[in-house]
């Protein structure tokens, strides 16, 4: 078993090129590192990626990285000290390093990716506004089509139907959805209605989600471009968890 520490060992920062663009779906890239696990299974480096690793809410992308002969099937993407390493399984010849690669995401999972993940964004909003105060957030899953996100504090009263009210009417209002960079001193002006501020690390540069005139989060997650790309989103169940609530979701097609 090969740890992901040596893998990414000497290797430098992987360019995240889903950070600057959500939608782009294919790229060009150069092989760092290859590493074969067993059999056809193994580990791949490249110098910059449009794959986002599992990384708090988010699941990981898939997706194939190509070259003549030669195919691997991304199942899962991880993040080691700023490196991202995509796993999966190799048909063909061997990867070289150094050799050039063309990748491609699997969009239609990333969409319903990005969807949820926005629809937790808009849920984080409908929530303080119906509620009337703000909850810490204590964990979320943005998944394909379906998501949770955890709140501590006292939930009461059946609130569902008007959260979800409010959340489809942000929905339906269309509203530009987009990402921005800020210093710590910016963070506390630019960020409103965030529910993760307590438990932020300590960083130099913040990226933040902004739902023009909704709410500010910082998040490094991938996002549609408006609210009604989203499409209709459906609240499951509000239950009690531990010191707070849990609220399950889907985002409906068409
Ligand atoms: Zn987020």
Redesign the pocket.
């Known amino acids: 078993m090969v740890s992901l520490a040596e893998v990414v060992n000497s290797l430098p920062e992987t360019k995240k090129l889903y950070l600057d663009d959500s939608y782009k779906r294919e790229a060009e890239s150069r092989v760092l590192r290859w590493i074969r696990e067993t059999g056809r299974k193994g580990y791949i480096v490249v110098s910059e990626t449009i794959m986002h690793p599992k990384s708090g809410?988010q699941p990981s992308d898939h997706g194939i990285l190509e070259t003549v002969g030669t195919t691997f099937m991304v199942s899962k993407v991880m993040e080691y000290g700023g490196v991202i390493v995509h796993y999966g399984e190799v048909c063909g010849s061997d990867f070289k390093e150094g050799m050039d690669v063309r990748m491609r995401l699997d969009w239609e999972r990333r969409y319903k990716i990005m969807r949820t993940?926005t629809a937790?964004?808009i849920l984080d909003y409908a929530i303080v506004a119906v509620c009337g105060r703000s909850f810490q957030s204590q964990s979320a899953m943005h998944d394909v089509g379906y998501g949770f996100q955890e709140y501590l504090g006292e939930y009461s009263g059946d609130l569902r139907e008007r959260i979800e009210e409010v959340a489809n009417v942000v929905v339906a209002s269309n509203k530009p959805v987009f990402a921005e960079y800020v210093n710590v001193y910016e963070l506390n002006k630019k960020v409103f209605g965030a529910p993760n501020l307590g438990r932020l690390p300590r960083l130099d540069v913040y990226r933040i989600?902004v739902i023009e005139g909704i709410n500010a989060?910082p998040?490094s997650?991938t996002h549609v471009k408006s609210t009604s790309e989203v499409g209709r989103i459906n609240i499951e169940l509000i239950e009690r968890v531990g010191n707070g609530f849990r609220i399950s979701y889907k985002v409906l097609e068409g």
């Open positions: 809410a993940h937790g964004h989600v989060i998040c997650g």
